[in-house]
């Protein structure tokens, strides 16, 4: 099938289940911008400007970068050298390390994105996915809550991706655990075609402790960097608390602890409700009880 066809194909049933009404922000909001195919800035400090020439000449080369054409290992060279030429002067500079540049730079090859379910993955991909239209960048997103009941590595064209990944090319697979087995071996031979070709930049999530793990295993081989997903803020999942006048809001501490967008929004969810009030504190603040409220809602 075309790329772009099951692309929108996707987009379009995951717009179709995505009517957030309460927003929240990323624990780690970062995470998007290197996940974009950006680099980590220099941290700057007053004292550092003895060296200011040779810190000046570092940010140029980082300027230079690009997470689709740059050849990575020549790149990093070039890094090192410049932090070298650095640390000869200031043998305590912290500005930047090169084990920085070369996570990120990892991290922009293949990417195993995981977390517990519930936690924003998949609306964080949808988010993903969006930047990457905005930017004009070629790109395929799947989202494995669709291909549960498909053979769903049967649509990917491999010779197709690759022809289209002249000026880059990003592949998206969310919650492969979703998928079956045959499936998610069948996407490991793509995968391990696909990375062949450095201007294609891969990622994948699951949800953890879902998978048979000689599977999951094969997966974490594979790719260059694992991140762990956080979820949610608990700042701005207490603002959208806060938002509902809602009374005694320590007794949601643990939730609002918990990063989990899909409880966080239960949660929400059932407080904005006036039924609610005369609810004991004990019954609320239980994710038994939230649960059961929201099922009764839907």
């Not at 990003?170 to 793509?190: C, K, P, R, T, Y």
Request: with cysteine; aromatic share 12%; glycine share 4%.
């Amino acid at each position: 099938m075309d790329y772009r066809v099951l692309n929108k194909n996707q987009k379009d049933r995951m717009n179709a289940i995505s009517n957030p009404d309460y927003v929240m922000e990323w624990e780690n909001p970062e995470f998007m911008v290197y996940l974009m195919g950006e680099l980590p800035k220099i941290r700057r400090y007053q004292k550092d400007k003895e060296a200011e020439y040779e810190i000046s000449s570092l940010e140029k080369v980082l300027a230079t970068y690009d997470a689709f054409l740059s050849e990575k290992s020549a790149f990093i060279e070039e890094i090192a050298k410049k932090i070298s030429d650095i640390q000869n002067l200031k043998g305590s500079w912290y500005g930047l390390s090169l084990y920085e540049i070369e996570t990120y730079i990892s991290l922009h090859s293949f990417c195993l994105i995981s977390g517990e379910g519930g936690i924003g993955k998949s609306y964080f991909i949808k988010c993903f996915e969006e930047q990457l239209e905005q930017n004009n960048i070629e790109h395929l997103c799947i989202y494995g809550k669709f291909e549960k009941n498909t053979n769903n590595t049967n649509n990917i064209n491999v010779e197709e991706i690759i022809k289209a990944s002249d000026e880059g090319f990003v592949f998206v697979f969310d919650a492969i655990n979703e998928i079956s087995e045959e499936g998610q071996n069948n996407l490991i031979d793509i995968l391990t075609e696909l990375k062949k070709y450095p201007r294609i930049r891969i990622i994948i999530s699951y949800r953890t402790n879902s998978m048979d793990n000689v599977i999951l295993k094969k997966y974490q081989e594979i790719s260059e960097y694992e991140y762990k997903f956080p979820g949610v803020s608990f700042e701005s999942a207490l603002s959208e608390i806060l938002r509902l006048s809602v009374p005694d809001v320590y007794m949601y501490e643990d939730i609002l602890y918990s990063n989990n967008a899909l409880l966080l929004s239960m949660l929400c969810d059932v407080l904005s409700s006036q039924k609610l009030v005369a609810k004991t504190e004990n019954g609320i603040a239980s994710i038994t009880f939230i649960l059961e409220q929201y099922i009764k809602k839907l």
